[in-house]
């Protein structure tokens, strides 16, 4: 009998809906569940409540920011080994250094094209690429 593995789950924190939603759609189609939320506060509840695999984050999102939202999730022995995966438009000098110091194992620039997601995403997750897809 084969036994079929809960698929991982993502949740993409992004206050900008076509982000959220392209994303979504894209990792889902690659078997991920995903679930999705608009600020730091709805990123920490629902990391709390259902602690994702991994956690794509926007560092510009309302409220309390991605830099915080990180930290948070990194003091927290609930979601301290949850993978955070920055994405961001500030490409300026130190901005990696900075993220990675939050707590991120991972900084991406936007505009940061779906499949380079994926295979960021595959790599921390030491998942093998789907049948099918370049990697």
């Excluded at 602690?51 to 915080?68: K, N, R, S």
Aim: with cysteine.
């Amino acid at each position: 009998m084969r036994r079929t593995r809960r698929p991982k789950s993502v949740l993409i924190v992004d206050d900008v809906e076509d982000n959220r939603r392209i994303y979504a759609m894209f990792l889902q189609f690659e078997g991920f569940e995903v679930t999705t939320a608009v600020d730091g506060h709805d990123a920490l509840s629902q990391a709390r409540a259902h602690p994702p695999d991994l956690v794509v984050m926007d560092l510009a999102i309302p409220g309390i920011d991605g830099w915080e939202v990180t930290r948070t999730l990194k003091r927290d022995g609930r979601t301290r080994a949850i993978p955070v995966i920055a994405v961001s438009g500030h490409a300026l000098a130190g901005a990696e250094a900075r993220a990675r110091a939050a707590g991120c194992d991972a900084f991406l620039t936007k505009p940061c094209l779906p499949d380079t997601l994926s295979r960021e995403i595959h790599r921390i997750l030491k998942l093998r690429p789907r049948r099918g897809t370049r990697r």
